[in-house]
């Protein structure tokens, strides 16, 4: 699972919003179509129910044309000139007299036979073992007669139904007769009622024409004489006095409704081919899973072309990264000829910025290199100008080394003491030096003005041996001691006193350059902590050491400026507590 999510995070975003697409598709047309498919489960067992309801009619017409064939039965053996005549053979001596009386019976059969068109025949064993018959008669197998009166006798004079065999298809309702008469039933034997029944006939009456019929009791079939298939196939369907359900048989389906007769036992089996009945509903279907796989296609034909569209531009703008990234900017920001015009949405936005920003990355290479080819000239004309400082500092040892020949220990430390200032203020190497070492650049400044004012300068040096290893940007104090001997000293012709102090506070390192000089009035120290004085001379000003104190340590460091009129100057420098260099 993770190695596919993994997968899926590298896709491109074209399949990822084909992926996307499929997904959404899939899920929505799912939750349709398995909605779809309850609904048609719900609207199949209606239908179901009404087909099997309408198939079973003619399962109710045939068992109501067999109640009346029995009800018949019962008519002819409780009617009364039958009996009586049926008495008088039994009583009869005469032949002659039988055949009498068995020409009225059949004349009687006749009347019942020709009321129901279904019926082969009306069949009468009298007591002599005689058939009369009226109608399609067919002599009963002597075996089949014994077995009918057998049973008949058994039944007791209910109806019993004799179902076809090979010699007669016919359904066979028999009755025994017995005599009876007003309230007389003395329950003589007086024969055998057998009505020859064309079931045949009747299944095709009543039965639903696109269907076939299966009449059965038990395992023996009653119709048709060959049935479509075994009774052993379906009989493990039959669990309910009614129902249906499907069957293939042979590479078929078929749809069969069946139900039991309450009155016979007989179970009537109606099948109908199912795709015959619910052809429309089976296309019904098929169409919407063919709509559902066209919808489904087309969506994701829309969703790809649409990814594409989306990811286009992006392709695009990623091949003009890899030029600029291989430093092709002219390339990645001209515009070819394939390039369509960009809409102003996102990715155009995107595109017209891309573009701009090459544009000016391009510029400012051009100018960069054009800045670089000035550098490298004016590194040329620097190290040309070397040959300056050099000749003055060999000229510096000349005059220092005639000093000391002469004896002259004074132009000898003035002249050593500005060759270490030259050489510090020109060298270019080091931003920031120790504490220490810009003392001694602040110790040689001060050994020549001290040689300048004599004892007019009071210079005080107070600086812990532990703090000199500390950071601070290149000619800091200089300077500083500079303006305090210029605006301190240089106005008065009293002694001055000059002090630099540096101590360790909870604000960080704190360096202290005082004099007790004549002092600033207000508005000229607003002007000079605002940056909107310029300092006297060619030195550097005190905006200088602070900015570049506020680059080095950052904003909360740099220079403040404490000062009034007749009270002196103070300037603080304030660096980090801790080393951040």
């Not at 008519?75 to 049926?86: R, W, Y």
């Not at 039994?90 to 068109?117: F, N």
């Not at 500005?418 to 050994?447: A, W």
């Amino acid at each position: 699972m993770q190695k596919w999510f993994i997968s899926f995070r590298h896709m491109k975003i074209k399949n990822k919003l084909s992926i996307l697409f499929a997904l959404i598709i899939l899920v929505t047309f799912s939750f349709t179509f398995l909605v779809q498919q309850y609904a048609f489960s719900i609207y199949d067992k209606q239908l179901y129910d009404k087909s099997s309801q309408v198939l079973n009619l003619s399962s109710a017409a045939i068992e109501t044309k067999l109640s009346r064939i029995e009800q018949m039965s019962y008519d002819i053996i409780a009617d009364i000139q039958l009996q009586s005549q049926l008495l008088s053979i039994k009583d009869a001596d005469s032949e002659y007299d039988k055949h009498i009386l068995r020409q009225k019976v059949i004349d009687r059969l006749l009347t019942y036979a020709g009321s129901e068109p279904s019926i082969y025949s009306i069949q009468l064993i009298d007591s002599q073992g005689k058939e009369n018959g009226a109608g399609n008669v067919t002599d009963i197998d002597p075996q089949k007669s014994e077995r009918i009166k057998k049973l008949t006798s058994e039944a007791e004079g209910d109806n019993l139904w004799i179902y076809p065999d090979e010699k007669d298809p016919a359904l066979i309702s028999a009755r025994e007769i017995r005599s009876f008469s007003n309230t007389n039933f003395d329950l003589q034997y007086l024969g055998t009622l057998v009505i020859r029944v064309n079931i045949a006939k009747i299944a095709q009456q009543y039965s639903a024409a696109e269907g076939d019929l299966i009449l059965f009791s038990g395992e023996e079939v009653i119709y048709p004489k060959e049935p479509l298939f075994s009774l052993a196939e379906v009989n493990d369907s039959f669990r309910a006095q009614k129902g249906y359900f499907t069957q293939k048989m042979k590479s078929h389906t078929y749809f069969i409704s069946y139900t039991r007769s309450s009155n016979t036992g007989w179970t009537y089996l109606n099948i109908t081919p199912f795709n015959q009945i619910f052809e429309r509903v089976i296309f019904i279907k098929e169409l919407v899973v063919i709509v559902f796989v066209a919808i489904f296609a087309l969506v994701m034909l829309i969703g790809v072309r649409f990814s594409r569209s989306l990811t286009r531009p992006i392709d695009g703008l990623i091949t003009r990264m890899k030029m600029a990234e291989k430093g092709n900017f002219a390339g990645a920001h001209l515009q070819t000829a394939d390039d369509s015009p960009m809409s102003m949405d996102e990715m155009g936005l995107l595109h017209r910025t891309f573009r701009l920003m090459v544009e000016r990355i391009n510029t400012l290479i051009t100018e960069n290199y054009a800045n670089q080819l000035l550098i490298k000239e004016t590194e040329f004309r620097a190290l040309q100008a070397q040959i300056n400082p050099h000749f003055l500092y060999n000229t510096l040892e000349s005059i220092n080394w005639i000093a000391k020949v002469n004896k002259q220990t004074q132009i000898s430390n003035m002249v050593e003491s500005l060759g270490f200032l030259l050489r510090n203020s020109i060298n270019m190497k080091e931003e920031i030096l120790t504490l220490g070492e810009e003392l001694e650049v602040v110790r040689s400044y001060v050994t020549i003005q001290k040689y300048r004012f004599d004892e007019r300068l009071d210079f005080k040096l107070e600086v812990p041996d532990y703090l000199l290893s500390r950071k601070l940007p290149k000619l800091t104090l200089q300077p500083l001691l500079e303006n305090a001997i210029q605006y301190a000293l240089e106005p008065t012709i009293g002694t001055s006193r000059i002090v630099v102090r540096a101590e360790l506070t909870k604000e960080g390192l704190i360096i202290l350059v005082e004099d007790d000089g004549p002092g600033m009035p207000h508005d000229t120290l607003a002007l000079l902590r605002n940056g909107e004085m310029k300092a006297k001379g060619k030195g550097i000003g005190l905006l200088n050491i602070d900015e570049r104190i506020k680059i080095a340590f950052g904003e909360q460091y740099g220079i403040r400026i404490d000062s009034a009129a007749d009270t002196g100057t103070r300037v603080l420098i304030a660096l980090p507590r801790e080393e951040e260099v």
